[in-house]
């Protein structure tokens, strides 16, 4: 059992529960399950027991349609400042149907340092009735002065089976499988190849690892146009693959760690991806 999280539940059955929330560790399907399971904790309007799930309310935040409870992903590769500002505008509205407004900020690990000083004055003055739920996967990157007036709540990371029995049962089994296992079971990672597609993954890093060993410049034409977010997981299995080696190319695994830091840096992806294949060619 996770006490953290079991004694925030019980904090929110009694009406304890703090402003702002960490969820960190884990994978963001859990973390998320975790928030929105704590949105319909404090919004049900069941006399039964809470949460219910068969609510009007408990039922509109699990499809994702109530007013007052609100996912919130970086738009970018990053969450900046001009995203947290537009968000700040939405938490100071007043309550539409809820007892309480509940905002999950997934990535908050990737808040740019404005943005996290720009979320640091919602948190310092929030809003009645209002909770806000951080979720990271390393929360140690975020301010200090954000980690220090958090309620902490720790997720292990799961092994295959239990990360398998966390997914939604619309997901392919096999798919799932073989996403953890290009993610070198990081749950994250592998949560993020299942978003993307686990046969484009595939099709991506087999065409570029083809184009390297061929020393085929031309091989690399077919691998684009190509998103930032995509380069950067497809460059994070790259870099796996390299580790899994059994003699480790240690060349390799800087170009490829510079590549991942130029992407997160905004730089084009095309123009990144075509000089990591320059240096890796042999």
Not at 79 to 102: A, N, S
Not at 175 to 203: C, D
Not at 228 to 253: C, D, F, S, T, W
């Amino acid at each position: 059992m996770n006490v953290a999280l079991h004694l925030i539940e019980k904090a929110a059955r009694d009406g304890r529960l703090a402003h702002l929330l960490l969820f960190h560790g884990g994978s963001s399907p859990e973390r998320r399950k975790a928030g929105l399971e704590i949105a319909q904790r404090m919004n049900c309007t069941s006399d039964q027991e809470v949460p219910c799930g068969h609510c009007p309310s408990c039922k509109k935040i699990l499809s994702g349609n109530h007013p007052d409870v609100e996912v919130v992903k970086p738009a970018k590769m990053s969450m900046g400042i001009e995203q947290v500002l537009d968000w700040q505008e939405r938490v100071y509205r007043k309550h539409y149907e809820g007892k309480y407004k509940v905002f999950i900020l997934e990535e908050a690990d990737k808040l740019t340092i404005p943005a996290a000083n720009a979320l640091l004055k919602v948190i310092e003055e929030p809003p009645e009735r209002t909770i806000i739920i951080l979720s990271a996967q390393n929360a140690e990157v975020l301010l200090p002065t954000i980690q220090s007036r958090a309620q902490a709540v720790y997720f292990p990371f799961r092994g295959e089976k239990e990360w398998l029995e966390s997914l939604d049962e619309s997901i392919d089994s096999w798919e799932a499988q073989e996403a953890f296992r290009l993610s070198s079971h990081n749950p994250e990672l592998a949560y993020e190849i299942l978003t993307l597609g686990v046969e484009k993954v595939k099709e991506w890093t087999q065409g570029f690892e083809q184009a390297v060993e061929d020393g085929d410049f031309l091989k690399l034409f077919p691998l684009f146009p190509l998103e930032k977010k995509e380069a950067e997981i497809y460059l994070h299995i790259l870099a796996l693959g390299v580790a899994r080696k059994h003699k480790v190319n240690p060349q390799a695994m800087l170009a490829i760690g510079q590549a991942i830091d130029q992407i997160q840096m905004q730089a084009n992806p095309r123009l990144v991806i075509e000089g990591l294949a320059l240096k890796l060619f042999r």
